[in-house]
Nanobody
Framework: QVKLVESGGGLVQPGGSLRLSCDTSDANARFYTIAWFRQAPGKEREGVAC????????QYTDSVLDRFTISSDNAGDTVYLQMNGLKPEDTAVYYC?????????????????????WGQGTQVTVSS
């Protein structure tokens, strides 16, 4: 069983920054596609950012483009989501997820049914 563990959430003022981390030791980001999804209260889960480490390729949903950056450490054991210019609408539980197969493509549309393993989530609250 693949275990993913997120950390780094918290409360931040609008315009502030946070960096989320996901322990991907069980699904090395050099080989497995890793994505961040989020779910706000009363809303469907949505894809935020995705990393295809084997192809050095990233993908973002439009609402976070130029504000969020997904990356991994050299070993592929940790995937980060650097979030700058945070807005109240970014408030959500953020989940790290991976796909079962190696070298698969990013999929950010939909609620994440293509992904097989999920972390427990970390809360991000943007409020003054």
């Amino acid at each position: 069983q693949v275990k993913l563990v997120e950390s780094g959430g918290g409360l931040v003022q609008p315009g502030g920054s946070l960096r989320l981390s996901c322990d991907t030791s069980d699904a090395n980001a050099r080989f497995y596609t890793i994505a961040w999804f989020r779910q706000a209260p009363g809303k469907e889960r949505e894809g935020v950012a995705c990393l295809e480490g084997s192809k050095n390729r990233v993908q973002y949903t439009d609402s976070v483009l130029d504000r969020f950056t997904i990356s991994s450490d050299n070993a592929g054991d940790t995937v980060y989501l650097q979030m700058n210019g945070l807005k109240p609408e970014d408030t959500a539980v953020y989940y790290c997820t991976s796909r079962y197969l190696l070298y698969t493509d990013c999929v950010l549309n939909g609620s994440g049914s293509e992904y097989d393993y999920w972390g427990q989530g970390t809360q991000v609250t943007v409020s003054s």
